[in-house]
């Protein structure tokens, strides 16, 4: 009954958490929301299991085995949610797959005592290979230097841990996955915002300190045993960072989108005002020539606004828009005689450039 108290602090913490990621999901209907979510939900159920395991009947085999496989099963959606790959439907759960099968059959094997190394030392290196062979295979041409260094990282990793697990140490191979997805999942959390915000910061130093954990349990617990519940305890402190810079990270492109649909509004509502002027100077029969400047200021204004608002990617949108630059740049130089808005002049072929 101690053990569930110690435990109660952190369930009561994940059970307002999770919550709250069930909130911010009706805002953010993106599916690496969705994965944080299922990833917190399973968090949260292995430590009910840890917490009211036994109270329900289950075995110290089958509350160990909901730990460690709901522990890595998250660790993985955590870490796949961030990658690009993970953004393709017909990728996505493929992917998935490679990753997780492996993963989660060592730690539940592992959390049932099996005994059959050579099964560890395939599932580890199966683990290692499929990952960095997806990897490859899916951007060829394209692959960045830190894609090559995780790859070459993953195999260092699984090869080593499959030769540590042949030599009788399964668990330090299961510490060399668990280590391995989580500091994974922070340099892919940092990579996908890039930004030094304080939820950005929080929730990938969290996921180092959490992937910490397992090399400081491999070198504390052998030689001192007594120390377990105190990093039991310790141990429960990165998954907070984690969860609230997470909560943070949300909070902030929320507010960053808001600020930026406000700045559009503001910048819209000012383009307004200048067409309103220059017209009313048109109509009351003022000569050109005495406004030209506030006239050249407005045409590049809503230049610059067809470009932000409609030039995407597609060739088709950056022709229209071209022409439409170029239509508005020729009546202007009738108007003003710069040769600049010409119809081929230097600000029509920016469109085409761009």
Avoid at 147 to 168: K, N, P, S, V
Wanted: hydrophobic share 55%.
């Amino acid at each position: 009954m101690m053990f569930a108290f110690h435990r109660l602090p952190t369930i009561l913490l994940l059970g307002a958490l999770v919550p709250i990621f069930w909130f911010l999901r009706r805002t953010n209907r993106s599916y690496q929301v969705r994965l944080w979510v299922i990833a917190w939900s399973l968090v949260l159920i292995r430590v009910v299991a840890q917490v009211f395991g036994a109270s329900i009947g289950l075995s110290s085999t089958a509350i160990n085995a909901i730990d460690l496989g709901g522990l890595q099963l998250s660790g993985v959606v955590l870490a796949v949610s961030m990658t690009r790959i993970f953004h393709d439907p017909r990728q996505r759960w493929p992917f998935f797959l490679v990753a997780a099968v492996p993963s989660v059959a060592y730690a539940e094997l592992f959390a049932l005592g099996y005994q059959r190394l050579w099964v560890f030392a395939v599932l580890s290196i199966a683990l290692g290979v499929g990952i960095c062979v997806w990897i490859l295979v899916y951007y060829r041409r394209h692959v960045q230097t830190y894609m090559q260094a995780i790859c070459a990282i993953l195999l260092i990793g699984a090869f080593w841990g499959a030769a540590r697990t042949l030599h009788g140490r399964i668990d330090l191979g299961f510490y060399t996955i668990e280590g391995a997805t989580y500091a994974l999942a922070g340099f892919l959390y940092w990579h996908s915002y890039r930004r030094l915000s304080p939820g950005v910061v929080l929730a990938s130093a969290g996921f180092l300190a959490w992937a910490a954990v397992f090399p400081v349990f491999y070198f504390v617990a052998p030689t001192h045993p007594g120390a377990v519940e105190g990093l039991i305890a310790l141990a429960n402190v990165p998954k907070f960072w984690v969860a609230i810079g997470m909560i943070v990270t949300l909070l902030e492109d929320k507010s960053r989108t808001a600020e930026l649909a406000e700045a559009q509004e503001r910048a819209t509502r000012e383009q307004i005002q200048g067409f309103f002027q220059v017209t009313s100077r048109l109509l009351s029969g003022a000569d050109v020539a005495s406004f030209c400047c506030l006239l050249l200021l407005v045409l590049l204004s809503f230049s610059l606004f067809l470009l932000g608002r409609f030039c995407s990617e597609r060739a088709g949108n950056r022709d229209l828009v071209t022409e439409m630059l170029r239509e508005v740049h020729s009546l202007a130089a009738q108007a003003i005689g710069f040769s600049i808005f010409s119809g081929d002049g230097i600000l029509s072929s920016l469109v085409t450039l761009l």
